[in-house]
Structures are given as C-alpha cells and as structure tokens.
C-alpha cells in the first residue's frame, strides 16, 4: 500500500514537499492541523487504536502514545519500536480487539479499498469506530488548482503540487483533463467511491469538508484556506468520515 500523493515524500509525510526538509516540515504541519479533529472522534484512552499508514514519521502514533493511548502504526516504512508493525495493513497478521481505527490520506491510494475495509472491519471490536481523513481530488478543479499554484513555495523548495502545475503546463490539456488522466495513472479513488464502500460497512456518524492543501503551500494557514472555501473562491478537499462497525 502506498500512502499520499506521491511516492516521492514516503506514506505518513502524505506526498506534501519534495526534498525531506520540507516534506518533514508539511508533514507535521498536517499531522498538527488533523489531530484534534481525529483526537475528538476517538473513545477514551487507554483504548486500543490503529493507524493505517503512519509512514516513516509514525503519523499519529506518537500523540497517541502520549495521550494514554494504547497506538499500533501499520506502514511498509514504518519506525522501528513496539507501537508499530513494518508491512502494508492488508497483508500484515491481523490485530485484533481494535477499538478505533484511523486512516489518514490513506485510503485513496491503496490497492484494493473493498478488502481494506473489510479488513479493517474485521480488525474493530464490535461498535468500534473508524476515523478517515482523505482527500476529494474530484473537487480540485481548476479554480482550486490556480488558488494553490499562486501560492507554492520557490521552485527549490519544489514538491507534488509544483510537479502537477508543471505537468499540466507541459500537457497543453484543460485542467480537467490533465487531472483525470494523472488519477487514473496513479490509481488513486475517488473520495465518493469510498465513502459509499464506507457506508456499506459502517453506519456513518460524521461527514464534514475542509481544507487539504495548505500544508504545501507558502505563508498560508489552514484558516486561510478555510477561509477561501468559506468565500466561495475554492472548494473543500478534504473529507472527515466517521463510522461505526455495524
């Protein structure tokens, strides 16, 4: 399973930036802005949780740990350490007696979504819950697209989004295109396709839109963003679910 964008940044650092300074520094960035939207959703420690592609950093595992609870982080890179597990969620021994399960920009790039999601439910305690965090690249239209690229780092600092605007350049193809065409390239699903996957398995609790890009961009908050949404200039690309094993 391959996590984020682009395989450049490895699973937990979710494609953002291009050299590892940057892709470290967007990454905790990221993890800093989604916490408290997944700490929120998550029953009371000690509680048993996994996290599917934690990546090199170790994603949420160590904010977990710190917060009295009991965190396994599931990733082919992986740390090394006790809380975590080297290998790709679907094929890795199960763990069992779960109580939350956490998937943060995971889902959208793995291989078989249907199996990961069964497993992931064979994995839960009954009533256990499932917290995702993902991106709806069907919303980055064009709009959205020039919103970002007019606030990317210099070019040395360059990473995905800098790799899609000179793509596209070179493609002379309208953005619509160009975007499908990269999807399809990179296999990544769309975030209604598993949310009606999610909805078969799970009784949904919580769906909320917000903002997914700012971590890669230069000088601009999540707030911004938000705000950007809010005002109607771009759209939201990112996608809070909740559910609960049935």
């Known amino acids: 399973m391959t996590v984020g964008f682009d395989a450049g940044c490895g699973a937990a650092l979710a494609g953002f930036g291009a050299g590892q300074g940057e892709c470290v520094k967007a990454a905790q960035r990221w993890l800093a802005a989604v916490w408290p939207v997944v700490q929120g959703r998550l029953p009371a420690p000690p509680a048993r949780i996994v996290e599917i592609g934690c990546g090199p950093l170790g994603g949420f595992v160590p904010m977990l740990r710190s917060s009295g609870y009991e965190p396994i982080g599931i990733d ?49 305690v009954d009533g256990g819950a499932l917290v995702v965090v993902e991106w709806d690249w069907e919303e980055f239209d064009e709009a959205t697209a020039d919103w970002c690229f007019h ?13 899609r605007r000179d793509e596209w350049v070179a493609s002379g193809q309208p953005w619509s295109v160009y975007l499908r065409a990269w999807t399809q390239a990179e296999r990544l699903h769309a975030a209604e396709t598993l949310l009606h996957l999610l909805d078969e398995r799970f009784d949904r609790e919580h769906l909320a839109r917000g903002p997914y890009l700012f971590p890669d961009l230069a000088q601009t908050s999540e707030e911004d963003e938000r705000a950007a949404i809010e005002a109607g200039r771009i759209r939201a690309t990112r996608v809070d679910y909740v559910g609960r094993r049935r």
């Open 76 to 124: 082919p890179k992986a740390p090394a350490g006790d809380d975590y597990r080297r290998g790709a969620f679907e094929e890795i021994d199960r763990v069992h007696g779960v109580d939350a399960v956490v998937a943060s920009a995971s889902l959208h790039h793995v291989v078989d979504p249907v199996a990961v999601i069964e497993r992931v439910a064979a994995t839960l």
């Open 151 to 163: 606030r990317l780092r210099p070019d040395e600092d360059a990473g995905w989004l800098h790799r």
